[in-house]
């Protein structure tokens, strides 16, 4: 994984991400926006695009945003 989204999303879900992604990597899962670390090109433009700061790197994640970083995997069906 390179970025991950975090809580903020579920309640925003504004796509701004999506829309500034030049690779289309940003997916709407159920209930949240999800990141494809095979398609993503680490350009950042989604982390500042995104109107309520939900996506972080994964090596800057709070500890009480790892389970969206296990979220995105179980998303993408990565171990």
Do not use: R, W
């Amino acid at each position: 994984m390179a970025f991950v989204i975090t809580s903020a999303c579920i309640t925003e879900q504004a796509a701004d991400c999506v829309m500034v992604c030049p690779v289309d990597c940003i997916e709407l899962g159920e209930d949240q926006y999800f990141i494809d670390p095979d398609t993503c090109i680490d350009c950042g433009a989604c982390v500042a695009a995104c109107p309520v700061e939900a996506i972080y790197h994964e090596e800057d994640l709070l500890t009480e945003d790892l389970p969206f970083l296990e979220k995105a995997k179980t998303f993408y069906n990565i171990s």
